[in-house]
């Protein structure tokens, strides 16, 4: 069968069945009953070039034919299946999608070489701890973080109980308690004896977000997946940090303050104590700047910015050429409220989160700049702002929001009683000393 063409899993709708896809497959498994019962239905995680993730579902009268053709991390040609919209009842989604694959009889799949397109190994959609307490309110999606395991955990094993692992991880700022159990905490207990490099950093995927007794808890649900010390960007990212000299004499103790809310004159006048720290501003965005740069084209190996040179995206970064970048929304805004006006970025999990679509779900054909992003214009938010010594020292007025919601009701999350303290000499051993 041909392969030359293929659709974005982001475009794939319900309503016809002759959809063609390129994917990776980047996870499977078969749900499980409350009794433990397994069952005969399949299911995927799809990748495809554009980043998108997709969950599908292999009905048990074809299950078993598909997993003697279907090997998870391989790229696939797709073809010829439903697409069917969630429901209300469809809880714990392993991604944030609203619509799944559904396989038929008439389905096809061929393997494809790895050389004829370019799919990255696996994605995440990794969140901020200071955004998961949102997660806990909702049971529509499941949710992937990466953080440090603070100490090796043991499996608990009591007779006449379930087994179970609990063991806390942390960003340096916050942590969250893990709870893995049965034979998904065994597999867990078996990985971690392996000679691993320390500390051990952990990506939870599709994991299921809770809270008890007013802290975050994260367990295992049936399409959870583990990964200890990944090849991932923000594996990378995490353990340089933790190997910074300056990291390691601090340990890294943040007991933040309290984000406080600022008039825009206010936070122009900033004194250098704000330095790094993060300030709230309620206002409205007055304008939104329409750019052929309201995007941007991201690296699939080290996730640095690309350009555009002589039709091919390099990185500035890594100076890779790069055939299927990612997009990210990057939008410039100006805020304005009593006291003046400011210039605020919007980034892609800003936008995202204010608009609920991607990149792809907001472009137009005709490459004008998406009416969405244009109608954030003239409504109030309240946003948060990094500070940066720029800022402050030079009256840089450019600021970038790390988060935003609309209205003025925003409510920060309360930390910790006791901050997080990231004991780097225990964690780096060897490397540490040799600093």
């Given amino acids: 069968m041909a392969t030359s063409y293929s659709q974005s899993l982001r475009n794939i709708q319900k309503g016809k069945t002759d959809w063609k896809v390129k994917v990776r497959i980047i996870r499977q498994w078969r749900g499980v009953t409350r009794t433990g019962v397994v069952f005969k239905g399949w299911n995927l995680l799809l990748l495809d070039n554009k980043n998108c993730r997709m969950h599908t579902f292999v009905p048990p ?13 391989k790229i696939y040609l797709i073809k010829n299946f439903q697409v069917k919209d969630y429901t209300e009842i469809d809880k714990y989604r392993p991604v944030q999608m609203d619509r799944q694959i559904i396989f038929t009889a008439d389905t096809k799949v061929k393997e494809l070489d790895e050389s004829e397109i370019f799919i990255p190994a696996n994605s995440f959609d990794l ?35 379930q087994v ?32 691993l490099e320390q500390p051990l950093i952990l990506i939870i995927a599709s994991g299921k977000i809770s809270t008890w007794k007013e802290q975050l808890d994260m367990c295992n649900y049936s399409p959870t997946r583990f990964y200890l010390n990944y090849d991932h960007h923000n594996v990378t990212k995490l353990r340089k940090m933790l190997k ?94 009593e006291t003046g006006g400011i210039e605020i970025v919007l980034k892609d999990r800003q936008v995202r989160k204010l608009l609920q679509q991607t990149v792809e779900e907001v472009e137009t054909e005709d490459k004008t700049f998406p009416k969405e992003i244009k109608n954030l214009q003239g409504n109030e938010y309240t946003i948060k ?47 540490r000393r040799s600093t």
Wanted: glycine letters at 4%; aromatic letters at 10%; proline letters at 2%.
């Fill in 61 to 73: 009268t074809l299950a078993e034919k598909f997993s003697r053709i279907i090997e998870e991390g």
């Fill in 127 to 161: 969140f901020e701890y200071g955004d998961l307490k949102a997660m806990t309110t909702q049971q529509l999606y499941l949710t992937d973080v990466i953080g440090i395991i603070e100490n090796i955990p043991k499996v608990s094993r009591i007779a006449n109980k």
């Fill in 164 to 195: 179970n692992v609990k063991f806390k991880i942390t960003d340096g700022r916050k942590k969250i308690n893990v709870t893995f159990w049965d034979s998904f905490a065994e597999q867990f207990e078996k990985a971690i004896k392996d000679e």
């Fill in 244 to 337: 910074d000299p300056n990291f390691s004499n601090n340990k890294f103790v943040t007991t933040k303050k309290p984000t406080q809310l600022f008039s825009i004159s206010e936070i122009k006048n900033l004194t250098m104590d704000y330095d790094q720290e993060e300030v709230l501003r309620k206002a409205t965005i007055k304008f939104v700047e329409e750019t052929t740069n309201w995007k941007r084209h991201i690296c699939t190996s080290c996730y640095g910015q690309t350009e555009l040179q002589e039709n091919n995206y390099k990185c500035i970064h890594c100076n890779k050429l790069v055939a299927q970048p990612l997009t990210q929304f990057h939008v410039s805004t100006v805020a304005q409220d």
């Fill in 385 to 431: 702002l990094a500070i940066t010594r720029d800022n402050i020292e030079k009256k840089d007025f450019d600021y970038v929001a790390t988060d935003i919601i609309q209205g003025f009701n925003y409510e920060e999350e309360k930390e910790d009683e006791q901050p997080t303290l990231l004991n780097t000499q225990s964690f780096q051993g060897e490397d």
